[in-house]
T-cell receptor, first 118, second 116 residues
Framework: GNSVTQMEGPVTLSEEAFLTINCTYT??????LFWYVQYPGEGLQLLLK?????DKGSNKGFEATYRKETTSFHLEKGSVQVSDSAVYFC?????????????????FGQGTILTVHP | GAVVSQHPSRVICKSGTSVKIECRSL??????MFWYRQFPKKSLMLMAT?????????EQGVEKDKFLINHASLTLSTLTVTSAHPEDSSFYIC????????????FGPGTRLLVL
């Protein structure tokens, strides 16, 4: 089956530190890959995505590259801010050709709590 | 664009009562809506997929008689937690998608349910 494994948290960093949150996946076919962010008390927001191998998704200084050879989609940011403190979820979705209601169904990793201190 | 709302945002109820949660797509027609459940400090678990005008497809282990899903129109899906018990307390999140949005659609802000 399909699964997503994220780096165990929580992660605690000082402001302006470099961030990496590892994500690897197992899937049949060629999934789309996503990073979502959840701020305290709120729902999920799409942070970035990549739909095919070697694509790089980027947003708000965050980046992740779809690596088919290592089945990974690690999230990075060069300089984190206090406002980046949140829970980050890696997720995958099967392509349209996977059939039926599988399309659009997201499989999430367990989430990584990030806390950034001033 | 692609805004999804949920109502209520928070609900507290007594054990044994039923609670209805609404998920609406505000600026697009959602052919498919997904309902997720999130336990504290845990990931999201997909409960069911609903397509407008047809019965919902439930994930393994999710009781369809307990969690009633209705997708009556292209902009509204409802999740009813019947005879709620304290173990049903959780954060329920919907996401809505149409074919033009690609795989992921948009998420609602979530509904926090507390059953006393």
């Amino acid at each position: 089956g399909n699964s997503v494994t994220q780096m165990e948290g929580p992660v605690t960093l000082s402001e302006e530190a470099f961030l990496t949150i590892n994500c690897t996946y197992t899937a049949t076919g060629y999934p789309s890959l996503f990073w979502y962010v959840q701020y305290p008390g709120e729902g999920l927001q799409l942070l970035l995505k990549a739909t095919k191998a070697d694509d790089k998704g980027s947003n708000k200084g965050f980046e992740a590259t779809y690596r088919k050879e290592t089945t990974s989609f690690h999230l990075e940011k060069g300089s984190v801010q206090v406002s980046d403190s949140a829970v980050y979820f890696c997720a995958l979705s099967l392509p349209l050709g996977a059939g039926g209601t599988s399309y659009g169904k997201l499989t999430f990793g367990q989430g990584t709590i990030l806390t950034v201190h001033p | 664009g692609a805004v999804v709302s949920q109502h209520p945002s928070r609900v507290i109820c007594k054990s044994g009562t039923s609670v209805k949660i609404e998920c609406r797509s505000l600026d697009f027609q959602a052919t498919t809506m997904f309902w997720y459940r999130q336990f504290p400090k845990k990931s999201l678990m997909l409960m069911a997929t609903s397509n407008e005008g047809s019965k919902a497809t439930y994930e393994q282990g999710v009781e369809k008689d307990k969690f009633l899903i209705n997708h009556a129109s292209l902009t509204l899906s409802t999740l009813t937690v019947t005879s709620a018990h304290p173990e049903d307390s959780s954060f329920y999140i919907c996401s809505a998608r149409d074919l033009g949005q690609g795989a992921q659609g948009a998420f609602g802000p979530g509904t926090r349910l507390l059953v006393l």
